[in-house]
């Protein structure tokens, strides 16, 4: 499956990278993230168990447990707050 992969605020910064296009074999948010900490580094330090980022999925925020669809938009990024 393909996902196009959106980064923002300082994960994008982290990261260098503000989008990709990425083939995954996995079902779920948890296991995107998964494969993205297996990078190693950055991606596994700011992706770590314990920190906190956000994933939302064709523009809707979801759990980890939430199916991924082929083709989906997902957007990981840092809670904000608003004011």
């Known amino acids: 499956m393909t996902l196009r ?19 995954f074999s996995g ?20 992706l770590a168990a314990g920190r906190t980022f956000r994933v939302a999925v064709n523009q809707e925020i979801v759990a980890l447990d939430a199916p991924l669809p082929d083709h989906a938009e997902v957007a990981i990024f840092p809670p904000v707050t608003g004011g």
């Open 5 to 23: 992969i959106l980064y923002f605020a300082r994960l994008r910064e982290r990261f260098g990278l503000a989008e990709e296009t990425l083939d």
């Open 27 to 46: 079902a779920t948010a948890a296991d995107l993230v998964r494969q993205l900490q297996a990078r190693g580094g950055v991606w596994a330090e700011n």
